[in-house]
């Protein structure tokens, strides 16, 4: 997918300006990019269930739905597809819930518009964003790594054993027949539930808890 002409985001809140000084801050950084808005949690639902968007930007206060509920069946509906939250909470309040509700993202409304670009681009090519308040209280969190590996889903498993081998995300894509940013999305999220920082670690995880054979 090339970002720049043929990206399509959801931009999900209640509120029309949010809306649209989001879709500004992101055209900046993506002038192609085809947008749909939704207000409600309903019409996020709809809208997902219709399509799998490029990228969906989230507000956890929506209409319809409590503050975490409408990021989970975003998510368990389409769990390939990369989700932002945009939040009036901050990183302390929300942050480390909505990651562990399937966000990839997660971004303060007070967050100017560069970043705001800079989030949607890193969360859109399946690197997530994580602010330096988040980044703190991932890598803080009690048993970050304890018992962690339940928390993966089966393809995030697959997709974890495949790097865990040494393949490249082109390689493990193949093999499971998905996309390749969708293979980075799913490290991503692995990352995040399994309290790792790079490449070494996940490798280093792999080898100790014998997911694969030498």
């Not at 007070?110 to 670009?117: K, N, S």
């Not at 920082?197 to 808890?209: G, K, M, N, Q």
Request: proline share 3%.
């Amino acid at each position: 997918m090339t970002e720049e002409t043929v990206a399509r985001i959801l931009l999900a809140d209640d509120h029309a300006l949010v809306r649209d000084a989001l879709k500004a801050a992101i055209r900046r950084r993506m002038s192609g990019a085809k947008f749909e808005y939704a207000g409600t949690a309903g019409e996020v639902m709809a809208a997902v269930e219709r399509e799998p968007w490029n990228l969906v930007v989230l507000d956890l206060g929506l209409p319809g739905g409590t503050e975490l509920e409408t990021l989970r069946r975003v998510r368990a509906l389409r769990p390939e597809v990369p989700i932002l939250v945009f939040s009036m909470f901050p990183e302390h309040k929300m942050g480390l819930a909505a990651i562990e509700a399937g966000a990839d993202g997660y971004l303060c409304k007070t967050a100017d518009r560069v970043t705001i670009g800079q989030a949607a681009t890193e969360t859109l090519a399946g690197r997530g964003y994580r602010s330096p308040e988040l980044q703190a209280l991932l890598v803080k969190r009690p048993g970050a790594r304890r018992g962690a590996m339940a928390a993966l889903s089966q393809r995030e498993v697959e997709v974890l054993i495949g790097l865990g081998r040494g393949r490249s995300n082109k390689e493990v894509a193949a093999a499971l027949d998905i996309s390749v940013t969708s293979v980075g999305t799913y490290r991503a999220r692995i990352m995040d539930k399994l309290g790792l920082s790079t490449t070494a670690d996940l490798l280093r995880y792999v080898v100790e808890h014998r997911l694969v054979s030498h």
